[in-house]
């Protein structure tokens, strides 16, 4: 049975057990806190010197890090990844697509929201957060307006980050789907510490 190192509030984590769910696969799930430095231990960095969550660590021990490298690896041959190339690398767009134009503009604006305090000076880079991240919504509401599906983690709780999706009617459409398939699992709420952050967050 593979072992997956994540923490539950991770999109990026939460994308795995999302998928090993859907599969119907067993897995054992390690609860790694990466912001209280679980991820730093002498432990943990000899099978991940760099240090972050997620991690999957087959029976064998050989070690796979990157979500999406991991979501790769575990869809192989089933229905969620396709086999013809021109299809397959449609999907591996929007993969790279998340990771570099959505995750890092609405993960971290929603990272800064919840686990920052309110005088930290990283929130002075939640206005060009946001824009960047509407900006990414835009690019999902106009692919769905025409087509029915892709993934992405962390829209679903875009909300934690200030990010109003009542604008996309098409992408809740799309969330709405994603909930309604066999095996969903939804991402836990935040820890009541970090809820009351992104309250206070606006």
Not at 28 to 45: F, K
Not at 157 to 181: E, H, I, K, N, S
Request: hydrophobic letters at 40%; one cysteine or more; glycine letters at 8%.
């Amino acid at each position: 049975m593979i072992t997956i190192h994540g923490y539950s509030p991770s999109g990026n984590c939460h994308k795995l057990r999302l998928l090993l769910e859907q599969l119907g696969r067993p897995y054992r799930w390690v609860e790694t806190d990466s912001s209280r430095g679980q991820t730093r231990t002498p432990d943990y960095l000899a099978l991940n010197p760099n240090g972050k969550v997620p991690m999957l660590v087959r029976e064998d021990g050989a070690v796979l890090v990157e979500s999406n490298a991991i979501l790769h690896y575990l869809a192989e041959g089933s229905s969620f990844l396709p086999d013809e190339p021109w299809a397959r690398a449609q999907a591996l767009s929007w993969m790279f697509f998340e990771q570099y134009s959505h995750e890092p503009c609405i993960a971290v604006a929603r990272f800064i929201c919840g686990w920052t305090a309110l005088d930290s000076p990283r929130r002075d880079a939640l206005p060009g957060l946001r824009a960047r991240g509407h900006q990414a919504l835009a690019v999902m509401e106009r692919h769905l307006s025409r087509h029915p599906w892709f993934t992405g983690a962390y829209t679903g709780v875009a909300g934690d980050g200030g990010f109003d999706l009542a604008a996309y009617p098409a992408l809740c459409d799309w969330l709405a789907r994603v909930r309604a398939t066999p095996g969903f699992v939804p991402m836990p709420p935040p820890a009541p510490e970090h809820a009351a952050l992104i309250a206070a967050s606006g």
